[in-house]
């Protein structure tokens, strides 16, 4: 089994914030987050990324991601990325030059708490 789907969020007229996720046997996997430049640093990719892991929780399979940042990278750009996932119990498993892979466990960890990857 491998299931695609999306979330979404209303943000303003014609626009939508979306987070797209799949599903296998094993674990959920968080592939995007798009917030539209002016909606963003507002709680929408927060409120999506919150609803995806409640969901997680509630079938009892842990999250994977990879931050991996859209456009321009760069290593300040990526560890505030990995920085923002870690805010929702996401750890680094694997880092690379221009991507982290990172695993929720089931459950995750309070906000706030981060390791050192």
Do not use: C, W
């Amino acid at each position: 089994m491998n299931l695609t789907a999306e979330l979404s969020l209303h943000v303003a007229e014609g626009q939508r914030a979306i987070l797209r996720f799949s599903e296998s046997a094993v674990a959920f996997s968080l592939d995007q987050v798009l917030v539209p430049g002016r909606f963003r640093a507002q709680g929408h990719g927060s409120f999506l990324v919150r609803r995806l892991l409640a969901l997680a929780d509630l079938v009892g399979k842990p999250v994977l991601t990879t931050a991996r940042p859209i456009g321009q990278n760069s290593p300040a750009i990526l560890a505030r990325l990995v920085a923002y996932y870690e805010r929702f119990g996401f750890r680094v498993t694997q880092r690379g030059l221009t991507a982290v892979h990172m695993r929720r466990p089931l459950g995750g960890e309070a906000d706030g708490e981060r390791s050192e990857g």
